[in-house]
């Protein structure tokens, strides 16, 4: 029998619940920080000449070579962006603008919508996430929806797009569930919404799609036009009240394919949940669950459940899986923990990952996680984390974003690149792009 071994790293950070469906809570503004938590000022207000907001055209770049984007339009929150050499594509939320999809191009050094608005014709309007094989074709998520858009040839200029609906296949035919979107669900460590929604491709001719409980693959039938087929639908929730959401994928090739995704179930007093990661991976074989956990029924860690290993012992989402060899992954566990998962087994490393606080937040969750082939990236509330010869002996440390080493005051979503040196953070209200090592 094949051993699934999974590797966890694990932080001190307190785990957090709050409930799988949207909602309207905040976080407060000034809670108070836990005092084992260290912190770093605040940067200064954005009108002053060290903060990293500026007006100006040309970039501003902190002492760890992150230099400020100057975005179209203010109150862009940036939720996602796929890189590549020379470009990349986002896609953002804005209170009055929609869902907007930009592109970057370093030889224009400025960012520019490039989609057609019928996005925000759709009801319950949300960004999913993005992703492009090159630099003429693109792939976004919203609202339940995917689109894909194509370069128009020269002498042209701008994009042709097509859009598919998926469906929902969550509680199919439950009228306590018919009135809500499950693209959607509250995230607890953040407690802010967090999409179930996202496309995620191995090349241009092989392209997958995840929303609510089911994976979806772009693909022909039957010699038709290509279309989003089901392929996958995680539907064995323990209780009525549960929910299995897919929230990430990551592979190295056709035959080895990963699908990371929350079990998510409320407590008997109906007002905290609990959450606890499942893999699912495909192979020639097809699709299996490799990984799994039970909800505890009040605090405590994830258990093992149908005989399957569990990933990590935290409660939270497993999110940001990233492929490291055929039949291995590794992915940001609970926003405390590194985990690495491999199909054939290896031994277990350790790998503590501190927190950082910004000061008025209560949250120390980490947001998002990206390695290079040298270096872990991460980003927590107003900060990059950079590891380096992480392991035995590794350290971590705070990258500045500004001038004066603070924190901006904005959720940080995002941190991707192609390589130490081109490398990007985004958050609400900011796009910073790293070219030095």
């Known amino acids: 029998m094949r051993a699934w071994i999974l590797l966890v790293s694990a932080s001190t950070a307190s785990a957090a619940f709050a409930a799988c469906a949207t ?7 000034h809670a108070s920080q836990d005092a084992s938590v260290p912190t770093v000022p605040e940067a200064a207000p954005s009108d002053a000449a060290s903060d990293v907001e500026t007006d100006a055209a040309v970039p501003i770049c902190s002492e760890a070579g992150w230099c400020t984007t100057s975005l179209p339009d203010r109150d862009l929150m940036m939720k996602d962006i796929w890189p590549l050499p020379g470009r990349a594509f986002a896609i953002a939320e804005s209170a009055t603008l929609g869902v907007k999809v930009l592109e970057w191009r370093d030889q224009d050094a400025a960012w ?25 074709t693109v792939y976004y998520a919203v609202a339940s929806y995917i689109y894909r858009g194509a370069r128009l040839p020269p002498p042209a200029t701008g994009w042709s797009w097509s859009r598919q609906r998926l469906e929902d296949n969550s509680h199919v035919g439950d009228p306590a569930h018919a009135a809500h979107d499950h693209g959607r669900p509250r995230n ?9 929604l996202g496309v995620w491709g191995i090349d241009a001719n092989d392209v997958y799609a995840w929303y609510s409980n089911t994976v979806y693959h772009w693909k022909s039938e039957d010699g038709g036009a290509p279309s989003w087929v089901a392929e996958y639908v995680a539907d064995d929730p323990d209780v009525e009240s549960e929910h299995l959401f897919f929230v990430s994928a990551a592979g190295s090739g056709a035959d080895d394919v990963w699908f990371a995704g929350v079990r998510n179930s409320w407590w008997t007093d109906n007002s905290h949940f ?29 258990a093992e459940r149908g005989g399957l290993p569990r990933v990590g012992g935290a409660v939270g989402w497993l999110k940001d899986i990233q492929s490291t060899a055929p039949g291995a992954i590794i992915g940001l566990n609970a926003g405390r923990e590194i985990v690495q998962i491999s199909a054939e087994g290896v031994t277990v490393s350790v790998d503590p990952v501190p927190q950082f606080g910004a000061v008025n937040r209560p949250d120390a ?15 927590a509330w107003g900060l990059v984390i950079r590891g380096q010869e992480t392991g035995d002996g590794g350290t971590y440390a705070i990258s500045p974003l500004s001038l004066n080493g603070a924190p901006t005051r904005a959720a940080m979503h995002r941190v991707r690149g192609t390589s130490d040196t081109n490398l990007w953070a985004i958050g609400n209200g900011y796009a910073f792009h790293k070219t030095t090592p």
Do not use: H, M
């Open 112 to 136: 520019k919508y490039i989609d057609d608005n019928t996005q925000n014709q759709l009801d319950g309007n949300y960004a999913g996430t993005i992703w492009a094989p090159n630099d003429d």
């Open 188 to 196: 607890p460590g953040t407690v802010e919404d967090y999409p179930a």
């Open 274 to 302: 609990g959450n606890c990661p499942f893999l699912v991976r495909k192979t020639p074989e097809g699709f299996a669950r490799v990984a799994d956990g039970a909800p505890p029924g009040g605090l405590g860690s994830c």
């Open 23 to 29: 909602s309207d809570e905040t976080v407060p503004e």
């Open 365 to 379: 969750e980490l947001r998002s996680f990206w390695r290079s082939s040298s270096d872990t990236w991460l980003t």
